[in-house]
């Protein structure tokens, strides 16, 4: 059990690019999240995953955020157009089984600072 | 919509204390609540998981207990040490977690 890894865990881009985070679970865990965090503040939710199956979007995640989690293993966070108020660690996190209430595991996340 | 609050937002304090973190949560339909602890720049680190029906978990110094009909729980920390130092949240989990503000604890020798 490697626990739950991020890539990359830090990375500064130009406002208006296209950056990408990748997570990948802790092996045969069924559940997968995103959060996002800014300093100072609690993590806020964006998105979860049952196996490849999107279940819900924050309405936090607007149209420039997509995730993916093709064949339900490792999952994508692209954000297109990049804004300063993007600037936050993003946080990846995963449980096992299909049911809600299992132990939630986190990654140690991926800074985005824009400028 | 559920709320999740935690005081006090920040504390200090000398080594050797008795600590009490609150959290507090507007919604009592939930499965379980967690405690985590996050250090200056890094991920989440899980503590304990109280389950619903549960009353309250301990690990080592720390205990935490869960009253779900008043919407609080405690995360009571025994004899701090200064390696305690870090951010304490708590989350309630529906369908997902739902995190408090947390609280910045910081124990100095």
């Known amino acids: 059990d490697t626990g739950v890894s991020q890539d990359p865990r830090h990375k500064i881009t130009k406002r208006g690019q296209n950056v990408t985070f990748r997570c990948d679970p802790i092996?045969?865990?069924?559940?997968l999240y995103w959060y996002r965090q800014t300093l100072g503040q609690g993590p806020e939710f964006l998105t979860y995953?049952?196996?490849?199956?999107?279940?819900?979007k924050s309405r936090l995640l607007s149209d420039r955020f997509s995730a993916e989690r093709p064949k339900g293993s490792f999952s994508t966070l692209e954000i297109q157009r990049t804004e300063q108020g993007d600037s936050a660690m993003y946080l990846c996190?995963?449980?096992?089984?299909?049911?809600?209430?299992?132990?939630?595991?986190f990654g140690e996340g991926s800074w985005l600072t824009v400028v | 919509k559920q709320e999740v609050t935690q005081i006090p937002a920040a504390l200090s304090v000398p080594e050797g204390e008795n600590l009490v973190l609150n959290c507090s949560f507007t919604?009592?339909?939930?499965?379980?609540l967690q405690w985590f602890r996050q250090d200056p720049g890094k991920g989440l680190t899980s503590l304990l998981l109280?389950?619903?029906?549960?009353r309250e978990q301990t690990s080592g110094r720390l205990n935490a207990s869960l009253d779900k009909s008043s919407g609080r729980s405690t995360l009571y920390i025994a004899a701090s040490q200064p390696g305690d130092s870090a951010t304490y949240l708590c989350?309630?989990?529906?369908?997902?977690?739902?995190f408090g503000t947390g609280t910045r604890l910081q124990v100095f020798p």
């Open positions: 989350a309630v989990h529906t369908d997902k977690l739902i």
């Open positions: 109280i389950q619903s029906s549960q």
């Open positions: 919604d009592s339909a939930i499965y379980n």
């Open positions: 995953f049952q196996n490849e199956a999107q279940l819900e």
């Open positions: 092996s045969e865990h069924n559940r």
């Open positions: 996190a995963s449980s096992p089984g299909a049911v809600s209430g299992n132990t939630i595991y």
